[in-house]
């Protein structure tokens, strides 16, 4: 069995494995810090869940801002390397 499924993974495999896992853990962190952030906010304070709120919207504009990062960063490789 010598089909492609059992070649061994090359170097731009291993890239593209490391931006995703990058990726991922940028959207998790981001989303988990800021909204736990709002939740002590609102448990210290003994507010309504206005800071957690804050914090989920905080967390979303922080994930889509490395989305679009990386769009910019994929965007400009393929132009170096002569693509669309």
């Known amino acids: 069995m010598s089909g492609p499924e059992n070649r061994p993974p090359t170097v731009r495999d291993w890239q593209t494995i490391g931006v995703a896992l ?6 998790v962190s981001s989303l988990v810090l800021c909204i736990g952030g709002g939740i002590l906010l609102d448990r210290w304070l003994g507010s309504t869940p206005i800071f957690t709120l804050v914090g989920v919207v905080l967390g979303l504009v922080t994930a889509g801002y490395s989305f679009y990062q990386l769009a910019v960063l994929a965007g400009s490789q393929r ?3 002569g693509g669309r």
């Open 22 to 27: 990058s990726l991922g853990f940028t959207v």
């Open 79 to 81: 132009r170096r390397r």
